[in-house]
């Protein structure tokens, strides 16, 4: 059995960590979602150019700083950050220079595994979750200690993988106490209580969070997601090299045909994602991260564009009915 070096201490009103998405997480979202009593994260790529990202680690801290300090009784939650540990990314050395700086309390890392990184965090006190979509990743993040293992299963938005979650989920908890995050079509508070009862030890919640009124996302990428079910969401290799969720509509919008993708994968690299921003790359083409919209299969279970607030809010609720009804059973 492998373990982590402890359990999350942090305050939470749901077990639930906003994942981190490309463009539509900002510094603006994860406030309101720390906020509301649920962890926001964003990817730091979004943060462009690369002196923004300290700006942002500075205003999240100052805005949940100055709330506890008006209100000392709420549940404000910590925020973290997505680390892209990929060979293309070439801002990983100035952005871990800047979570450290910050000692940003939770550090998201994908696309290898995280060694390079977790010492580093933990010496501020900070945890390392990493991304999986196998028992052999799985295994590659406990083993560079990782403190948490985020299982990315069929139906998640973006890059996912292919596992069922009660399988993963059970066979994860045969080898490892550390801490689970479970990811793959999480919307509902009753959902979030499904994934505890698995023996996740928190959700992982981004399509739900695409349609809300706080996210930059386009106001046509929201109401894409409230009105697809899971025959709208098209799995393809072909925008990145790696399989990943996206939205039909935006796709057929691309001038691609969902039914019949090409089958060479375009040439992607995350330093392509920072020059974007910093105003290098013009080019015309339609990008992955911009006009091909990523969801997954919970987009069936989303039925309105809420503030985050009062997402969260009926979550909560949901949660605390479906503990109710399961005492019943």
Sequence with gaps: MISSHSKTKFSYRLPVICAPMFIVSNYKTVIEQCLSGVIGTFPSLNARPEGTLTEWCSKIEESCQQEKQNNPDAIISPYGVNLILDPSNTRLEHDIKVISNHKVPLVIT???????????????????????????????????????????????????????????VAETRQWYDGIIVLAGSISSGRDVLAAKILGADFSYMGTRFIATQDTVAPQDYKE??????????????????????????????????????????????FSKIADEKDGKNKSADKKAWKDVWSAGHGTAAVNDIPTVSELVDNLCRQYEESKTLIAGL
């Design 110 to 168: 994908s696309l290898r595994a995280p060694k390079e990184v977790v010492h580093e965090v933990h010496s501020w006190g900070g945890l390392v979750f990493h991304d999986a979509i196998s028992k052999r990743h799985a295994e590659k993040a406990a083993e560079a200690g990782a403190d948490g293992i985020i299982l990315v299963c069929s139906g998640s938005g973006g890059h996912c993988g292919s596992l069922n979650p009660f399988a993963f």
């Design 224 to 269: 894409q997601i409230v009105s697809s079910g899971t025959a709208d969401v098209i799995l393809s290799s072909y925008f990145t090299g790696i399989p990943a969720n996206y939205l039909r509509k935006s796709i057929e919008l691309a001038g691609l045909d969902p039914n019949n993708m090409p089958k060479v994968p375009q040439d992607f690299g």
